[in-house]
T-cell receptor, first 109, second 113 residues
Framework: GEDVEQSLFLSVREGDSSVINCTYT??????LYWYKQEPGAGLQLLTY?????DMKQDQRLTVLLNKKDKHLSLRIADTQTGDSAIYFCAENGDYKLSFGAGTTVTVRA | DTAVSQTPKYLVTQMGNDKSIKCEQN?????MYWYKQDSKKFLKIMFS???????INETVPNRFSPKSPDKAHLNLHINSLELGDSAVYFC????????????FGPGTRLLVL
């Protein structure tokens, strides 16, 4: 989406950390989201962060939010082959989510 | 126990045909959505409904007509299908407004030949 930008590709070695970055434009967004889409599958809500938080940790996932720079990142620790997917950043607006173009993460052995 | 379900999962049809995709949610949510994912995986909102009322129609051709018979269902009817309509269509729902988290269905893969 034109309001949310992400890098398109990330290649990471199994066991390393992955970091996916996203910038957004709507400063009134209440929540910011990360969705995961595996090949041929639907959208799975991975995690989200409330806009008044700086960081959220959930097992291997860490979300960082820099509201001043409108920058969101998702860190996946100890990346596994099952983490290979497209990751979408999204901001919520009035009755819609605006998505980034998705970052394709490839995990190599 | 599926939260947001869509039927059919796959739909292959000829240009010019009319088809419908159905969506149901059992989460008790008030708001439902249709999104389109194109061949480049780009996701964009098409429609939003809140309590059966249309809230957003995001410059979608009027060949697409959503219908919400009740709060738990939002169906999408497409007339005179075109090649460019080939995409994956996702239904989603959220409680009250879209400021709440949206939960997505598994998607309907439409191929127009």
């Amino acid at each position: 989406g034109e309001d949310v930008e992400q890098s398109l590709f990330l290649s990471v070695r199994e066991g390393d950390s992955s970091v996916i970055n996203c910038t957004y434009t709507d400063s009134s967004s209440t929540y910011l989201y990360w969705y995961k889409q595996e090949p041929g599958a639907g959208l799975q809500l991975l995690t989200y962060i409330f806009s008044n938080m700086d960081m959220k940790q959930d097992q291997r996932l860490t979300v960082l939010l820099n509201k001043k720079d409108k920058h969101l990142s998702l860190r996946i620790a100890d990346t596994q082959t099952g983490d290979s997917a497209i990751y979408f950043c999204a901001e919520n607006g009035d009755y819609k989510l605006s998505f980034g173009a998705g970052t394709t993460v490839t995990v190599r052995a | 126990d599926t939260a947001v379900s869509q039927t059919p999962k796959y739909l292959v049809t000829q240009m010019g045909n009319d088809k419908s995709i159905k969506c149901e949610q059992n989460l008790g949510h008030d708001t439902m959505y249709w999104y389109k994912q194109d061949s480049k995986k780009f996701l964009k909102i098409m429609f939003s409904y809140n309590n059966k009322e249309l809230i957003i129609n995001e410059t979608v051709p009027n060949r697409f007509s959503p219908k919400s018979p009740d709060k738990a269902h939002l169906n999408l009817h497409i007339n005179s299908l075109e090649l460019g309509d080939s995409a994956v269509y996702f239904c989603a729902s959220s409680q009250r407004t879209s400021k709440e988290t949206q939960y997505f269905g598994p998607g309907t893969r439409l191929l127009v030949l």
